[in-house]
């Protein structure tokens, strides 16, 4: 015949305070043959696998369950927990008993927008709401950039303000003066140390729309460059205008330097006897910043028509 020896049923549970900082580690009923000298919790969470995990030494209470506290700030990390327990034998051997979970609720942000966008100034505000963390908020950080390669990303941090929302304000001179769209991602830093992307977000921020015209005089020996509505974050220091006609590619390139009028207009005259070519010209308009860059506004286009010969008639040769 056969006889089955099994140990007792230990019990293991946690209990956490409501600001999910601490929690109670509690082994009821622990007994194993050979005798129990000590216990010891096995902790870590599951996010990142076992990079986490600490061992906690337990103390036995008048009842005689054994307990001990895990704070999460020495663990900084949110979701499940695994916890083992095992028992030291007065033999010597360590023996695995049983084990359970517990979990810490993820820090959470309900909405993070773009606003009060300024394309002239090149500003934004960033607004974080719905902030929340068991434990508190400690820090609330925005990463942004505009290129697809993160190669302008910048950290913003945000402020609170009396109604619980997160601000900061954004300047694209951050970001080498790029308009376009801007990606923003929100991230909480908690009490106990957590810290996690909890949204994503967009804002695009586009420059004042400048407007180029051309006009020609009734010889078409000369055309007047005009730029006007010409605001750029950062400041503009001078416009220039790079003029070709596209016969023969560019090599017959020039660069025009603008004069600003008392309208805030920049105007440039161009010589076609400086480019000596009829048909289609391109014309693009560059602003110089007053942080040294050059930066491509817009393009237009004019045409210088092809000289002809109405009729061409061949006399009698004696």
């Known amino acids: 015949s056969t006889v089955s020896v099994t140990a007792p049923a230990s019990k293991l549970t946690v209990t956490g305070n409501s600001s999910e900082t601490s929690y109670r580690i509690t082994a009821s009923n622990v007994a194993y043959a050979g005798g129990v000298k000590g216990v010891k919790f096995a902790v870590w969470s599951e996010t990142g696998g076992q990079d986490d995990l600490k061992w906690y030494s337990a103390v036995k209470d008048a009842s005689g369950n054994w307990n001990s506290d ?12 695994q916890v083992h327990l095992y028992v030291e034998l007065l033999g010597g051997p360590e023996k695995f008993l049983r084990g359970t979970t517990f979990t810490v609720s993820n820090p959470s942000i309900t909405l993070l927008a773009g606003e009060s966008v300024d394309g002239a100034a090149g500003t934004f505000t960033i607004k974080a709401s719905g902030v929340k ?42 970001h080498n003066w790029n308009y376009g769209t801007y990606t923003m991602h929100g991230y909480i830093t908690t009490k ?3 810290r996690r992307c909890a949204i994503t977000s967009k804002v695009s921020v586009t420059a004042p729309a400048s407007k180029l015209a051309v006009t020609g005089n009734s010889s078409e020996t000369n055309y007047r460059i005009t730029a006007s509505n010409v605001a750029y974050a950062g400041g503009v220091k001078d416009v220039k205008f790079a003029v070709w006609s596209e016969t023969g590619g560019q090599d017959d390139l020039k660069w025009y330097s603008a004069v600003k009028d008392a309208s805030g207009n920049w105007i440039s005259d161009v010589s076609i006897a400086d480019h000596k070519t009829a048909g289609t010209y391109q014309v693009h308009m560059y602003a110089e910043l007053l942080s040294g860059t050059d930066k491509f506004l817009r393009g237009t286009t004019f045409k210088v028509s092809s000289p002809s010969i109405a009729s061409l008639t061949g006399g009698s040769i004696n």
């Open 192 to 194: 106990t140390g957590i």
């Open 70 to 81: 895990v704070s999460i700030a020495d663990h900084k990390t949110a979701g499940t927990y």
């Open 133 to 174: 963390a068991a434990s508190g908020v400690e820090m609330v950080e925005v990463a942004v950039w505009s290129r697809s390669n993160q190669s302008d990303l910048k950290w913003y941090t945000l402020s609170a303000n009396s109604q619980g929302e997160y601000t900061g304000r954004v300047s694209i001179g951050n």
